[in-house]
């Protein structure tokens, strides 16, 4: 290119190759000199401590956001085997997931457990608006579902935290589960998804 004296691709391996996800060139003073030639607007700068005046040298980059959305996409993309069976999940890290927890009564019958289920989804909602209700379907059935879309945490409330007052916090990468306090929750999931 005669305007670039340089150029440089950031370039991501995709299943089918390696792409540019973004292209980097040093267009030294070519454009302002080209805006200064047709317009007439002088565009020097002057240096406030040498008094030197020169014409500013561009470096362009140019970012294709879909390169960019598919590339975090395909690397989140994972299929693994836990339990007996098969599961797709995508591994976004906590900070980028869209839905930072779910939370869900164990059974959509019990109304002690719902009850206390929406008790434990309105106080976190208030503090991290990212939080989604899901009670449709087994709770296994809503731990692929939540999987799928990337939720790194699902919340249950379970007969023992009628008692315990603590909920079960499962883990979207390694399926671990684990109880947590209902009054230390907020800053349990806030400590993992900042």
């Known amino acids: 290119m005669f305007y670039a004296k340089d150029a440089w691709d950031i370039e991501y391996k995709f299943p089918w190759g390696f792409d540019e996800l973004e292209g980097i060139h040093d ?17 020097h700068y002057t240096d406030p401590i040498t008094a030197e005046k020169y014409i500013p040298w561009i470096l362009e980059t140019s970012m294709g956001m879909g390169r960019l959305f598919l590339a975090v996409m395909l690397d989140a993309y994972a299929e693994d085997e836990l339990g ?26 019990k109304p ?3 009850s206390k289920a929406r008790e434990v989804y309105g106080a976190l909602k208030k503090e991290i608006p990212q939080i989604i209700w899901d009670d449709n379907g087994n709770i296994g059935k809503r731990y692929r579902r939540q999987d799928e879309i990337g939720t790194p945490f699902c919340v249950v409330v379970d007969f023992d935290t009628l008692t315990d007052d603590a909920v079960t ?5 390694t399926g671990e589960q684990e109880r947590v306090s209902i009054s230390e929750l907020k800053d349990y999931i806030k400590g993992k998804i900042h």
């Open 27 to 43: 267009r030294t003073d070519y454009d302002l000199s080209q805006h200064m030639k047709f317009s007439g607007v002088d565009l």
């Open 84 to 109: 007996s069976e098969t599961r797709v999940l995508l591994k976004l890290s906590p900070k980028l997931a869209p839905v930072k927890a779910m939370v869900a009564p164990l059974l959509k019958n």
């Open 112 to 114: 002690e457990l719902v």
């Open 169 to 173: 916090v499962r883990d979207r990468d």
